[in-house]
C-alpha cells in the first residue's frame, strides 16, 4: 500500500471501530523494511532483508481499556482485531484516567529520512562490511575478528484517533561496525566499534570506525589491579548512559507518581550540580530518536529536563499525564505495533561544559578514566549506584595503565553533585549524547 492509502486505512478502522462499540478508538500502523549484512572471516555469514506491516488497536469502552494487533491490514482481520480489542476492554475495569490524546497538531522536523540509502547497491553496501573487517585486522596487535556488520532501515508510522489526530511520518536509519579481539599470552580483549547514523552520507569512514575497535580491544592488554580507594572518575562519553539512564528512568512521570523514584519530590530543587543540563530533544534534525510526534500522535518538543543540576519536569504519556494532573510532555514511547505507549526520550543530551577531554584528564590528581561499566547504573528507586568498572588509571594527570575487575558505587545525590568538570568534546548523533565529564568523589573498589 501507498502511503496515502494507510492514511486513509487507519481512519477508516477508527470510524469502523467507534460502529463496533468503542468510545474512543486508535489505529496504529506500522510499515518497515529492515536489511542486515553479518560478515566473519572475510566470509558472508547472514543477509537478511525483510518487510513487515502491522497494525495496533486501541479503544476505550465505559472508561476501560483494550488493546489487540493484527499483522495483517486485510479487512477481516483488523474487523477481528477492533472485536478483540472491544471485547478486552469490556474484560477490565473502568479508570476515569484512560483517555486518548486530541488533535494538536505535528512539530516539524527535517531530515528524518534518507532516500539515497537505496541508491547504493546491497553490493556496495556488502563491500563495506568485508572492508571495515579487514581494516580492523589490519592493526598487528589484532589476532582475530569477532565480526562486522551493516544494517539499515526505513519505517513510516500513521497514527488515526478519534480525538481528531491523522498523523505520518517516514523515518530511516543505517549503522555500520566491527568488532575484534587482541591477544597476549592467556589474555583476550575485545573491542567494537559502531556507527549509527540518519543518512548513509553521514556514516563515519570506515578507517575511523576500524581504528577505534582495534584500540578499544589492544588498549586493554596488561590491565593492573588497585587498591580499594575514594577517587575521582571521568566519565567517557560511552559510559554516560550508564549514569544517565537512571537518571530519566527517575524522571518518569509514571514512576514518580508509583513513588518509585528518587526524584519523586524534586521539581525545581537542585539535584546535581550547576554544570549538568541534561535535555531531551525529539525535533534535532537528523537525529536518532527525533520524531514530529510521539507513540500516541502529540507534538514532540525540547525541554530541559534538568536545568543547570535543577529537575525542570518529568516526562509523561497521555494517561500517566492526566493521573498526574498535567499534560502530555509528548513522550509516549513505542516499541512497534505490538505494544501500547510506554514512557520514553527521544534524543537525549548533556549541555556542554568549557574544558577539552585532556584538560580533564591533565586536572585530576587521582583517579579512573571509566570506559566500561557493567550491572545496572543508577537505580530509579534508590537512587543508588554501582557496577563493575574497567578503564584507565590515572595519577598526576597522565594515563598510567588499564584498570578491570573494579567496582564504582555511590549515591545519586553525591555522583550528581559531585560532577565538577563538564567536556566539550560531545557527538550529538549519539541516542546519549554526552561529552566526557568528572565526577571529583567515588568510591572505587579493588583489591
Not at 560478515?39 to 547472514?46: K, M, R, V
Not at 508510522?157 to 566491527?178: K, M, P, Q, T
Not at 514518580?256 to 535535555?279: D, E, R
Amino acid at each position: 500500500m501507498k502511503e496515502m492509502n494507510y492514511s486513509s486505512l487507519a481512519e477508516k478502522l477508527v470510524s469502523k471501530a467507534l460502529k463496533m462499540g468503542a468510545d474512543e478508538a486508535e489505529i496504529y500502523i506500522s510499515s518497515s523494511r529492515n536489511l542486515s549484512v553479518n560478515i566473519l572471516n572475510n566470509e558472508i555469514e547472514t543477509i537478511e532483508e525483510a518487510d513487515s506491516v502491522g497494525a495496533g488497536v486501541r479503544v476505550i469502552v465505559g472508561g476501560a481499556l483494550g488493546f489487540s494487533y493484527s499483522n495483517s491490514l486485510d479487512a477481516r482481520a483488523m474487523e477481528d482485531t477492533i472485536a478483540m480489542a472491544i471485547r478486552f476492554a469490556r474484560l477490565t475495569s473502568p479508570d476515569k484516567f484512560n483517555l486518548l490524546p486530541t488533535m494538536s497538531g505535528a512539530t516539524a522536523v527535517d531530515d528524518l529520512y534518507d532516500p539515497d540509502i537505496y541508491g547504493v547497491t546491497l553490493e556496495n553496501k556488502i563491500a563495506m562490511a568485508l572492508e571495515i573487517e579487514k581494516m580492523a585486522l589490519s592493526d598487528s596487535r589484532i589476532t582475530k575478528s569477532s565480526g562486522s556488520s551493516y544494517g539499515e532501515g526505513t519505517e513510516e508510522i500513521f497514527i488515526s484517533n478519534s480525538g481528531g489526530i491523522n498523523l505520518n511520518y517516514r523515518a530511516s536509519g543505517c549503522s555500520l561496525g566491527v568488532s575484534v579481539v587482541a591477544e597476549k599470552g592467556n589474555q583476550k580483549k575485545t573491542g567494537g566499534e559502531y556507527c549509527s547514523r540518519r543518512f548513509f552520507s553521514d556514516l563515519l569512514p570506515a578507517e575511523q570506525i576500524a581504528a577505534a575497535a582495534s584500540q578499544k580491544a589492544w588498549e586493554m592488554l596488561d590491565p593492573q589491579m588497585i587498591k580499594t580507594q575514594r577517587a575521582a572518575v571521568i566519565f567517557d562519553p560511552d559510559v554516560a548512559g550508564s549514569l544517565i539512564r537512571g537518571v530519566i528512568a527517575a524522571l518518569n512521570g509514571e514512576r514518580v507518581l508509583q513513588g518509585a523514584s528518587f526524584l519523586a519530590n524534586s521539581m525545581g530543587k537542585q539535584v546535581a550540580s550547576p554544570i549538568l543540563t541534561v535535555i531531551d530533544d525529539g525535533t534535532q534534525p537528523r537525529a536518532l530518536g527525533s520524531a514530529p510526534f510521539d507513540g500516541e500522535g502529540v507534538p514532540t518538543q525540547k525541554r530541559a529536563l534538568i536545568d543547570k543540576g535543577v529537575v525542570n519536569g518529568f516526562i509523561y504519556n497521555t494517561i500517566a499525564a492526566k493521573r498526574a494532573g498535567t499534560e502530555s510532555t509528548g513522550n509516549a514511547s513505542r516499541n512497534g505495533y505490538n505494544s501500547l505507549p510506554g514512557i520514553g526520550t527521544h534524543h537525549l543530551s548533556l549541555a556542554t561544559g568549557t574544558h577539552t577531554r585532556n584538560e580533564i584528564i591533565t586536572a585530576t590528581d587521582k583517579g579512573l578514566l571509566l570506559k566500561g561499566v557493567t550491572g545496572y547504573g543508577i537505580d530509579a528507586v534508590s537512587g543508588n549506584f554501582s557496577g563493575g568498572a574497567s578503564g584507565f588509571w590515572i595519577e598526576k594527570g597522565e594515563i598510567l595503565f588499564p584498570v578491570e575487575g573494579v567496582t564504582i558505587a555511590g549515591s545519586a545525590d553525591a555522583i550528581l553533585n559531585g560532577i565538577d568538570m563538564m567536556g566539550n568534546d560531545i557527538d550529538m548523533n549519539r541516542s546519549i549524547a554526552a561529552p566526557t565529564f568528572r565526577v571529583i568523589d567515588m568510591q572505587i573498589g579493588g583489591k
